[in-house]
């Protein structure tokens, strides 16, 4: 057998010979958020007249990328399972789609051949001594696509940062194309009045001790600002971001009380500033772990006074959770949320937590509804929820009754609909 330095050396090729492998009506896989190979999809962008009803499968795009320009949609289609500001408008006209699942249920879906994967496309680290590359800021599905796989193609990118939790032997990777590019970043979310009196109701509900989840967003990061007086918090998250560095270095994160992978930050991807990578690169306390295990509600379930912290669209009075979709339009999709709701409610004194504004649309439309938009999507279940928090208060929905979850949801939504909401309510049960 070779050794992994000769292999690494024949295995290197450009991009534009590394994507030849690509055939018409094939499924590639990108590396997932920041794992997506910029050389890698421009060089296969760039066979956009030679190929037709090429798949590409990916969840969060962090940059419009070549595959979702309008024109392209013959060669590449998008398939979404997940959606953003950068796909959305491709499943809206039609040039690209989306595939509703759990995001833990993906490296399934890719491992038992129901989405069979032909060609994966992801960036890793450079070897170390062993030969044993990082995934870096994503191990989610991108591990299970790496496995599955019939071609890996890896964009070697000395930027990418190196974590802990899984790593790849570069005896995977079929080819490499070494060349190194700035990391995508997310912009911190900005955050007002409003957002900070959700987070201040959401760190009242959060025990010194717990260990969080949280969403991405300016409720998220509010949040986080509202808990610089707890103690002893950890991370057990799909995905973590700045906010979550400025709380270790202020020594309120610290993992000690986690009950399971206790002293470790555990999620499935990161996105954020050069801020994050730089506290993540090498850090021994940072794993990044697939998606099946991370999202696992068994996994989660087992770390006492879990706190899962999520947001939504529409909460209607009965308690159902809208958390992916503005009427028919897809919005985004359930990610993590479902899994996290039912982890944090196995585990010992956990809680979840969705937390929305009382209104959309400049304050014409309550968040707070009677009855989910016609063609919205039931994300969290009526069966699941736990508590709902806007700016107005907390409702604890838990083993409520309908009459008192309608109650208790009509006293946090917007004032200005209160009284909408109970006649809506009373003519209801009237009938
Ligand atoms: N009717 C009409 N418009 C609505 C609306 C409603 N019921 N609810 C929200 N909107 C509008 C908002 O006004 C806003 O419009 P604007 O951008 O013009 O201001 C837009 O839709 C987005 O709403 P916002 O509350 O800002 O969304 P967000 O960016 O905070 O994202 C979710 C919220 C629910 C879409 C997002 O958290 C999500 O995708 N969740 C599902 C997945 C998940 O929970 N993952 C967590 C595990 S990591």
């Known amino acids: 057998m070779q050794d992994w330095r000769t292999q690494h050396k024949n295995k290197i090729v450009t991009a534009a010979e590394a994507v030849r492998i ?24 760039a066979r956009a007249a030679e190929l037709r009803d090429v798949e ?76 044993y590359c990082s995934y870096g800021l994503s191990a989610d599905y991108t591990q299970a696509a790496v496995e599955s796989a019939k071609t890996v193609i890896a964009q070697m990118n000395r930027m990418m940062p190196r974590t802990g939790g899984v790593r790849v032997h570069l005896d995977e990777l079929d080819w490499i194309v070494e060349e190194d590019a700035a990391i995508a970043e997310m912009e ?29 967003g300016a409720i998220p990061e509010a949040a986080l600002f ?41 999620a499935t991807f990161l996105m954020g500033s050069q801020k994050l990578y730089r506290f993540v690169d090498n850090n021994r306390a940072v794993e990044v772990r697939p998606v099946d295990y991370v999202n696992d509600p068994y996994v989660i379930g087992e770390h006492d006074n879990m706190v899962a912290i999520n947001s939504a669209l529409q909460v209607d009075l009965s308690g159902q959770v809208n958390a992916e979709a503005i009427g028919s339009r897809q919005f985004s999709g359930v990610g993590g949320q479902v899994d996290f709701v039912r982890g944090a409610s196995r585990s010992k004194g956990g809680r979840s937590i969705i937390a929305l504004p009382s209104t959309a649309a400049r304050g014409t439309i309550s968040r707070i509804c009677r ?32 009459e008192q979850r309608a109650e208790a949801l009509t006293a946090i939504a917007h004032p200005n609909f209160r009284e909408s909401l109970r006649g809506e309510w009373a003519l209801a049960s009237a009938r």
């Not at 007002?192 to 109701?201: K, N, S, T, V």
């Not at 610089?228 to 799909?238: A, C, M, Q, W």
């Not at 202020?250 to 992978?261: D, E, W």
């Open 371 to 402: 009855r989910l938009d016609e063609g919205a999507s039931v994300t969290t279940s009526r069966n699941d929820v736990h508590y709902v928090v806007t700016e107005y208060g907390v409702a604890d929905l838990r083993g409520k009754t309908l």
């Open 226 to 266: 509202s808990m610089r007086g707890k103690k002893d918090l950890g991370i057990h998250s799909e995905m973590f971001s700045d906010g979550v560095v400025a709380l270790a270095e202020a020594g309120v994160i610290t993992n000690r009380k986690k009950t399971l992978h206790p002293d470790k930050f555990v």
């Open 22 to 45: 690509v055939g018409s009506g094939e499924r590639v896989v990108l590396g997932h958020a920041c794992s997506e190979p910029p050389a890698l999809v421009k060089a296969l962008a």
């Open 188 to 216: 911190a979310p900005r955050f007002g009045d409003l957002e900070r009196q959700i987070g201040a109701h959401i760190a009242g509900l959060v025990m010194d001790g717990a260990t969080l989840q949280l969403g991405i």
């Open 56 to 131: 590409v499968a990916h969840m969060v795009v962090m940059a419009p990328n070549d595959f979702l320009q309008p024109g392209m949609e013959r060669s590449f289609r998008l398939n979404g399972m997940f959606l953003g500001p950068h796909t959305r408008k491709g499943v809206e006209e039609h040039r690209a789609t989306f595939t509703p699942c759990f995001f833990s249920e993906v490296p399934r879906l890719f491992r038992n051949g129901i989405l069979p994967v032909d060609v994966v496309m992801l960036q890793v680290t450079p070897p170390d001594e062993d030969g």
